[in-house]
């Protein structure tokens, strides 16, 4: 999966790779542009999200869009954002991701998509309209499918929700679909429930919901190794400049680390002691120094 930033959307290197992708894997050769300024022969199947988790109800609104993008010979391809844009709205109250940017991407890649394109969410991005984003997936991401969850809305004081998001689409010859957040047995899923399930310990059900068990990404931390009573034991603490991943309560827990060590993977089981930003686990010693990759609760 080929990774953008904003920037490179706005300087055409996504439809670039669009057009390049699809004439390289025999979608259409037609390079031409409809009157309403659609790619008329190649374009891509986008969805919008934080997709934080990912949980069961992305993975079936994901799932969807590539069925489209199949189903249409169109590229398959998402926005998505360094956090989750309540970290940047409610900033006093948020809590922290579910997932690490780096272990969001590599489910979403897993699911199918062939590029996704990282914002940065800031203030003037924040200042955006809805109108004119939609605009710039269209033209500068060549937007033909927009599927999306039930509820959402982009744009400046998310001014633009389903009606206005529709009324565009019919407007360019964008096909555009609101898919509920629910497994297919129904059940609706949110990211705020997943944390709330977390912040209580409560693992299993985390992991009902995200369809995969809950994992901290052990890059956004500083790790030190230390002795103690002839024990070894990793010290990870939350880097300062790390985008905060949620860390269950302060307890401890029993857990499975992957890590490599003289560069081959390995992984083993332990408990880790969970207390504000830092986590301590104890290492068999003829792993000391290895590199920690991740921690699966």
Known sequence: MKIFSWDDVLHSRVKEFIHCFSSDSGLSSNSGENES?????????????????????????????????HNRN???????????????KQRADYEGDISALRLRLKVLEEWGFAFAVVI????????MEGYEFLCVLK???????????????????????????????QEHGIVCSFMPLQTESGTRISSSLVRRFLRSGRFKDAQELLGHP????????????????GELYAVMTAKPDAALQLIPPPGTYPVHVYAFCAGEPICFDTDVHTDAFTLRQKVPAVYKNCLFDRIRF
């Open 120 to 127: 940065d969410f800031s203030a003037d991005f924040s200042k």
């Open 214 to 229: 809950f994992q901290i990404d052990c890059f956004q931390f500083d790790t030190k190794f230390e002795q103690t009573a």
């Open 37 to 69: 300024g659609i790619c008329g022969g190649w374009g891509s199947a986008l969805t919008v999200g934080g997709f934080d988790g990912p949980h069961r109800g992305h993975e079936a609104l994901c799932a969807s869009v590539i069925k489209e993008a």
């Open 139 to 169: 033209d500068l991401c060549a937007m033909r499918f927009f599927g999306v969850g039930e509820g959402f809305r982009c744009g400046r004081n998310h001014a633009a929700g389903e009606d206005e998001i529709s009324s565009f689409a």
């Open 74 to 88: 169109l590229v398959p391809g998402l926005i998505t954002f360094t956090r989750s844009p309540r970290s940047f």
